[in-house]
């Protein structure tokens, strides 16, 4: 069968198949086997390097992370020339 307009077109549709009901409770049941695990950490029992390594996990979901425009501006370098005028 080859590719034309017809056939891209019903390839770009969008799947008329529902959303699938397994996804929705697993995300839920995860979300609370997470929740409860969280609860029962006990941060002072934790060595230094357990503390790291769960502060780098929260940090990826806490801090926000920086917009492409604003590291291209601050990396963005002016060039100009130096005339010495006597």
């Known amino acids: 069968m080859p590719f034309t307009s017809d056939t891209g077109r019903l390839a770009g549709q969008k799947s008329k198949r529902g959303q699938g009901l397994a996804g929705k409770e697993l995300r839920a049941k995860l979300s609370l086997i997470t929740s409860d695990l969280i609860d029962e950490i006990n941060i002072q029992d934790l060595t230094t390097a357990e503390r ?24 963005q370098q002016m060039y100009f020339q130096v005339e010495i005028i006597e």
């Open 52 to 75: 790291i390594a769960l502060l780098r996990v929260l940090a990826a979901y806490t801090i926000p992370k920086p917009r492409i425009e604003a590291i291209e501006q601050e990396t």
